[in-house]
C-alpha cells in the first residue's frame, strides 16, 4: 500500500513552519473548507435539512396537486389528523410493527448470537446464513414471502398435509396480516442483531467468565450477571437501529399486502404519509403527517437512546 | 454443570436454527429452476428435473426490462457510492481534525440525519428537483442518494480517522505536500477498511432501495433493477418461475460485489507507520 511511501519524521512541527501572515493563513483555511467540508455539507442541507424546512412550511398550507391557489391554512391540518380515522390506525399500525420489530429481532438475535458464538466451520457457515437476508431488497423478500403465506403457498400445503381442514389466511385475514408483515420484517433484520451481538460476546473476557465459573455460577446465571450487562452497548445499538428501522417500513406493506387486507390494516404511517402525497396529491396535508412521524421518531429514538445508554454507565 | 455434557448439542441446535431461517432462502433459490405449473403446486419440492428456462427468458425477454433496469442500477449506484466515498471521506476527515463550534454544528447535524426517514423529506425532495430540472433523471436519484446517505459515510469515516496517526500528516505536511495532496496520498489509504465498508453498506442499500428510485425516478421513464421487480409482478403473476428467475438475477450482482469487496474489511493497516 501507500503506506510505505510515507517515511515519518522526527522532527516536530515547531512554530517557525507554522507561521504565515494570519490572511493567507485564512484564505488556506478558507479553501481547506471549501475543499473538504463544503461539497457534503451542501448537498445534505440541499436535500435533506432544506426539505425539513420546507415540510414543516407545507404542513401549515392546503398545498395540493389539483387545488390552484395555496393558502396558508396555520395548524388547521395537524387539527385535521386529530380526526383522521385513517391517520390514527395508522399510527396504531406502526406501534404495534415497531414493538414486535425491535423485541423479537433482539431476543432472538442475542439467543442465536450465543449459540453461534465458537469457533469453526459450521458456525461461520451459518452465520453467513443469518446475514443473507440483509444483503438481499426488501422488495425481493418481500415476493418471496407472498408466495411462502399465500393462501395455497408452502406453509398451507404444509397445513393442509398435517391436516388442518382450513389453515388460516396468513396475508388474507384482516386480523392476521399484520403479524405476518412483522413476521417477515422480524426475519429480514434479524441477520443484523446477530451480527451486532456476536460482536459484543468478542468483547466479553473469557476471565471473568472463568472466574465465576470458579465461583460456582452455571451456565444461566453466568450468562444474566457477567454476559448480558457487557452487551448492553450492543443491544443499545440494535433497540435504536430497530426502532427507526420499523418507523420507515414502506416497501413490505406496499409490495405484500398494499396496506389490506379491508382498510388500512396493514397500511403503515410511512405508507400513508406517501399515499396521501403522491397518490391523492394532498402535499401540504401529508407534510404535516410526515411531521408528526419525524417527531415522533426522534423524540422516541432520543428517549430510547437516552435510556438504554444510561443503563451500560452503570455497568 | 461447567462442562458441557452434551457436546453435540450445541451444533445439533445450531443446524437446526439455521435449516429453518433459510428455508426462505432455499425456495427462492430452486424455484428459479423449476416450471411455474411446479412452483405453485409444490413450492418446497426440489427442482426435478432443472430448468435453466426461466432464466432464459428473462435474459432474453422482447421488453429488455431485465438488461435497462440493469444499466440503470449499475450507472445509479456506481455513481452514488464513488461519489459518496469521496466526499464523505473529505468532510469525516475535516470534521474529525477541526474542532470548534462550526464543525461540531455539521456534525451533530449530519448525525440527527441518521435517524430522519426518506418518507418526511420526500415531497419536498421532489420538489427542489423539480426546480432544479432533475426529476425522473439519474442525476436527480444520484444527488438525493448522496445528500441522505452522506451522514452515514461521514459517521464511519470520522469514527475511523481517530485511530489514524496526526504524525503522519503532520510530517508530510513538514515535506511540502499540501492538504490536499497529503489526504489523497497518505490519509485515503489508510481508510481503506474504512472505505471499503462504506462501500459495501452504501452499495447494498442503494442497488437494494425501492422507494426512492420509485418516487424520484418514476416507473413512467424507466426502472432500475428494483423497481423494476416491483413493475413486472403483474406481468409474471401468473409465472413463478420467470418471477424467481428475475429475482435471482437481481440479486446475484449486489451479492457478488458484497462477497468480493467482504475480503477487503482488512485491519490495522497503521500498525507501526509510526514507529521509528
Known amino acids: 500500500m501507500a503506506v510505505g511511501t510515507t517515511r515519518p519524521r522526527p522532527a516536530p512541527a515547531g512554530p517557525g513552519a507554522r507561521e504565515r501572515r494570519p490572511a493567507r493563513r485564512r484564505r488556506t483555511a478558507a479553501w ?13 442541507v440541499c436535500l435533506v435539512l432544506l426539505p425539513i424546512a420546507l415540510s414543516v412550511g407545507y404542513s ?42 425491535v423485541i423479537v429481532p433482539n431476543v432472538l438475535g442475542v439467543a442465536i448470537a450465543v449459540l453461534l458464538d465458537r469457533r469453526g466451520r459450521i458456525y461461520n457457515a451459518l452465520r453467513t446464513v443469518f446475514f443473507t437476508p440483509m444483503v438481499i431488497s426488501s422488495v425481493v423478500i418481500s415476493v418471496i414471502w407472498t408466495r411462502i403465506l399465500a393462501d395455497d ?18 396475508l388474507s385475514d384482516p386480523d392476521l396480516a399484520l403479524y405476518s408483515l412483522a413476521s417477515i420484517v422480524c426475519w429480514q433484520m434479524l441477520g443484523f442483531c446477530v451480527v451486532v451481538y456476536l460482536a459484543g460476546l468478542q468483547g466479553v473476557p473469557q476471565e471473568l467468565l472463568e472466574a465465576a465459573a470458579i465461583d460456582g455460577a452455571g451456565a444461566a446465571r453466568r450468562f444474566r450477571h457477567v454476559t448480558w450487562p457487557l452487551l448492553a452497548p450492543a443491544l443499545t445499538v440494535n433497540t435504536v437501529v430497530l ?38 396529491n394532498r402535499t401540504g396535508y401529508a407534510s404535516a403527517e410526515a411531521v408528526v412521524m419525524l417527531i415522533v421518531v426522534a423524540g422516541l429514538s432520543v428517549v430510547t437512546l437516552r435510556f438504554l445508554q444510561r443503563r451500560e454507565v452503570q455497568v | ?46 427442482p426435478a428435473p432443472p430448468t435453466l428456462d426461466n432464466l432464459v427468458r428473462v435474459l432474453t425477454g422482447p421488453d429488455s426490462l431485465f438488461w435497462s433496469s440493469l444499466r440503470t442500477s449499475v450507472l445509479v449506484t456506481s455513481l452514488s457510492i464513488v461519489v459518496l466515498t469521496t466526499l464523505s471521506a473529505l468532510l469525516g476527515h475535516y470534521l474529525a481534525r477541526h474542532g470548534g463550534w462550526w464543525p461540531r454544528l455539521i456534525m451533530v447535524l449530519l448525525l440527527c440525519g441518521l435517524m430522519i426517514p426518506p418518507q418526511v423529506i420526500l415531497i419536498p425532495v421532489t420538489q ?46 513538514i515535506d511540502g505536500a499540501t492538504r490536499w495532496q497529503t489526504f ?3 490519509v485515503f489509504p489508510l481508510l481503506r477498511p474504512a472505505t471499503a465498508s462504506v462501500l459495501i453498506f452504501l452499495g447494498v442499500w442503494i442497488w437494494n432501495d425501492f422507494l426512492n428510485p420509485l418516487i424520484i425516478y418514476g416507473p413512467r421513464d424507466g426502472t432500475t433493477i428494483m423497481t423494476g421487480v416491483y413493475k413486472s409482478l403483474g406481468q409474471y403473476a401468473a409465472d413463478f418461475g420467470g418471477m424467481f428467475a428475475l429475482m435471482f438475477l437481481a440479486t446475484l450482482p449486489i451479492l457478488t460485489f458484497y462477497l468480493l469487496l467482504q475480503k477487503h474489511f482488512v485491519k490495522g493497516l497503521t500498525g507501526g507507520a509510526t514507529k521509528g
Open chain 1, 32 to 44: 481547506h473548507f471549501l475543499t473538504f467540508a463544503a461539497p457534503g455539507t451542501l448537498v445534505y
Open chain 2, 128 to 173: 427542489v428537483l423539480k426546480a432544479l430540472g432533475l426529476m425522473s433523471t439519474i442525476q436527480g436519484l444520484v444527488l438525493f442518494d448522496i445528500g441522505y446517505y452522506v451522514p452515514f459515510g461521514v459517521f464511519v469515516f470520522s469514527g475511523f480517522m481517530k485511530g489514524v496517526p496526526r504524525e503522519l500528516e503532520e510530517a508530510a505536511a
Open chain 1, 153 to 170: 403457498g408452502p406453509v398451507n400445503q404444509a397445513l393442509r398435509a398435517l391436516g388442518t381442514r382450513e389453515p388460516p389466511g396468513w
Open chain 2, 1 to 46: 454443570m461447567n462442562r458441557p455434557s452434551l457436546p453435540w448439542l450445541r451444533p445439533l441446535v445450531a443446524l437446526a436454527a439455521g435449516a429453518l431461517f433459510a428455508i426462505p432462502l432455499y425456495i427462492a433459490l430452486i424455484n428459479v429452476f423449476k416450471h411455474s405449473r411446479q412452483v405453485s403446486a409444490d413450492t418446497m419440492a426440489p
Open chain 1, 60 to 101: 401549515l398550507t392546503n398545498q395540493a396537486l389539483l387545488r390552484p391557489h395555496t393558502e396558508f391554512v396555520g395548524l388547521r391540518n395537524y387539527w385535521l389528523l386529530l380526526q383522521d380515522e385513517t391517520f390514527l390506525q395508522s399510527l396504531r399500525v406502526t406501534a404495534i410493527l415497531s414493538l414486535i420489530v
Open chain 2, 184 to 186: 489523497w496520498r497518505i
Open chain 1, 243 to 280: 426502532l427507526i428501522s420499523a418507523f420507515k417500513i414502506f416497501d413490505q406493506v406496499k409490495v405484500v399486502t398494499n396496506g389490506g387486507p379491508g382498510t388500512g390494516t396493514t397500511a403503515s404511517v410511512a405508507f400513508v404519509v406517501l399515499q396521501e402525497g403522491f397518490v391523492e
